[in-house]
């Protein structure tokens, strides 16, 4: 890594929230270590060791304390990346569950000791898990088979994806020097949380509303103090996608009015829609 530098400054309430983190020696041998006897947790710590087993191997050490943040977080990146194919039969059952799990730990860590770093490859980490997303089949297209058996893996993974893509840019708009990456950010930001506003599925849409509020939190905490943080993007796009959805629903009400061409399917999911950003606005509001 000899282009990781540690000159890019952070907010204070960042560093002090990392001050007070468990130490990462102790969440790489947590990652380890399997908690339970269910499968979730034995293949995370199956995928855990394995990538430790790889950093060990390249920087010739043998204990938790010598993995550092920058070589697992680079580790879990190289190996999810490698995931991503066309052919997603069996992803939902493959290790992109758990290696998400890891980058979402490692990521904070990363994030506030090599901040570098971090921004070096928050373009490949944004890449990676949109291909996830797309790769997961939708549930517009499920059949009642997938629906009672496959479907409940695919959800576990986008839920998943969703959680760790919000880690992900909460731990690239609290840096100084990042605003080049403002469409990357907008990329990953909409395709990983923002297009499942709407999802069918109960779980997923309460996971980006929850990720998109989180993110909101931060961004109110921090808005304002640092003029070169992205702390403003977030709140941004919610009032841009509010305003969308209450002005489709009002102009295509009066078109419908007017030319009696809308069937009760469309009127359906205009209302849904809008019922939808009604319920979280709720919450975001406040944090805008």
Same mark, same amino acid.
């Given at each position: 890594?000899?282009?990781?530098?540690?000159?890019?400054?952070?907010?204070?309430?960042?560093?002090? *929230?990392?001050? *007070?983190?468990?130490?990462?020696?102790?969440?790489?041998?947590?990652?380890?270590?399997?908690?339970?006897?269910?499968?979730?947790? $034995?293949?995370?710590?199956?995928?855990?060791?394995?990538?430790?087993?790889?950093?060990?191997?390249?920087?010739?050490?043998?204990? %938790?304390? /010598?993995?550092?943040?920058? &070589?697992?977080?680079?580790?879990?990146?190289?190996?999810? $990346?490698? $995931?991503? =194919?066309?052919?997603?039969?069996?992803?939902? *059952?493959?290790?992109?569950?758990?290696?998400?799990?890891?980058?979402? !730990?490692?990521?904070? %860590?990363?994030?506030?000791?090599?901040?570098?770093?971090?921004?070096?490859?928050?373009?490949?980490?944004?890449? #990676?898990?949109?291909?996830?997303?797309?790769?997961?089949?939708?549930?517009?297209?499920?059949?009642?088979?997938?629906?009672?058996?496959?479907?409940?893996?695919?959800? &576990?993974?986008?839920? !998943?994806?969703?959680? $760790? &893509?919000?880690?992900?840019?909460?731990?690239?708009?609290?840096?100084?020097?990042?605003?080049?990456?403002?469409? /990357?950010?907008?990329?990953?930001?909409?395709?990983?949380?923002?297009?499942?506003?709407?999802?069918?599925?109960?779980?997923?849409?309460? !996971? #980006?509303?929850?990720?998109?509020?989180?993110?909101? !939190?931060?961004?109110?905490?921090?808005?304002? /103090?640092?003029?070169?943080?992205?702390?403003?993007?977030?709140? *941004?796009?919610?009032?841009? @996608?509010?305003?969308?959805?209450?002005?489709? @629903?009002? =102009?295509? #009400?009066?078109?419908?009015?007017?030319?009696?061409?809308?069937?009760?399917?469309?009127?359906?999911?205009?209302?849904?829609?809008?019922?939808?950003?009604?319920?979280?606005?709720?919450?975001?509001?406040?944090?805008?």
């Amino acid at each position: 890594f000899s282009f990781i530098n540690n000159s890019f400054e952070m907010d204070a309430l960042s560093h002090c *929230d990392m001050e *007070d983190a468990v130490p990462f020696h102790e969440v790489v041998e947590k990652l380890c270590t399997k908690r339970s006897s269910d499968e979730k947790s $034995t293949r995370t710590a199956a995928v855990s060791l394995a990538l430790v087993e790889v950093v060990h191997e390249k920087l010739g050490a043998n204990s %938790y304390e /010598d993995v550092t943040p920058a &070589a697992l977080f680079t580790s879990a990146l190289n190996a999810i $990346t490698a $995931t991503i =194919t066309s052919d997603s039969i069996s992803a939902a *059952d493959g290790p992109q569950s758990s290696l998400l799990d890891i980058l979402g !730990q490692v990521i904070p %860590y990363v994030s506030s000791s090599n901040p570098n770093l971090y921004i070096h490859q928050f373009g490949i980490t944004s890449r #990676a898990l949109r291909g996830i997303v797309a790769s997961i089949p939708s549930s517009a297209h499920s059949s009642h088979h997938e629906t009672s058996s496959i479907s409940v893996g695919w959800n &576990a993974l986008l839920r !998943q994806c969703i959680r $760790t &893509a919000s880690v992900a840019l909460n731990g690239i708009i609290i840096l100084k020097n990042a605003k080049h990456l403002e469409k /990357d950010v907008l990329k990953c930001f909409h395709a990983t949380i923002v297009q499942h506003f709407d999802d069918s599925r109960a779980k997923v849409r309460k !996971q #980006a509303r929850t990720c998109t509020v989180e993110l909101l !939190q931060i961004s109110c905490s921090l808005n304002g /103090d640092i003029s070169s943080l992205l702390t403003g993007l977030i709140p *941004d796009q919610i009032v841009e @996608y509010s305003h969308h959805i209450i002005m489709n @629903y009002i =102009t295509s #009400a009066a078109k419908s009015q007017k030319k009696k061409s809308d069937n009760e399917e469309q009127k359906k999911e205009r209302m849904t829609r809008l019922m939808h950003l009604l319920a979280f606005s709720e919450s975001a509001l406040p944090l805008i």
